[in-house]
Nanobody, 119 residues
Framework: EVRLVESGGALVQPGGSLRLSCAAA????????VSWVRQAPGKGLEWVSV????????LYTESLKGRFTDSRDNAKNMLYLQMNSLKFEDTALYYC????????????RGQGTQVTVSS
């Protein structure tokens, strides 16, 4: 069974940092590109980033470059998203997504972890 389980979401003040984690199981993680996507309240899904199987390519949506950093540990089947200088508009449910491509597509995603940026 394919599983992606996100964790690390929390309530954080503007300007703060969070590190999200995603544990993968049930598929060949180190053969797959994986993505982060998010959904803000009342809005549609927004693609955040993608990292290829060996981290040789890491792409971000333009508005998040410089604040978010995507990484992975293939030995642990883990994906991470380091988020710095958080803003109110970063409030969203964050999902990791497997079977990803460099054109913002993916095949499956987890249940998500909530990030709330509030003072």
């Amino acid at each position: 069974e394919v599983r992606l389980v996100e964790s690390g979401g929390a309530l954080v003040q503007p300007g703060g940092s969070l590190r999200l984690s995603c544990a993968a199981a049930g598929f060949t993680f180190d053969d797959n590109s994986v993505s982060w996507v998010r959904q803000a309240p009342g809005k549609g899904l927004e693609w955040v980033s993608v990292i290829t199987w060996n981290a040789g390519s890491i792409l971000y949506t333009e508005s998040l470059k410089g604040r978010f950093t995507d990484s992975r540990d293939n030995a642990k089947n883990m994906l991470y998203l380091q988020m710095n200088s958080l803003k109110f508009e970063d409030t969203a449910l964050y999902y990791c997504a497997g079977g990803a491509t460099l054109t913002e597509d993916y095949d499956f995603r987890g249940q998500g972890t909530q990030v709330t940026v509030s003072s």
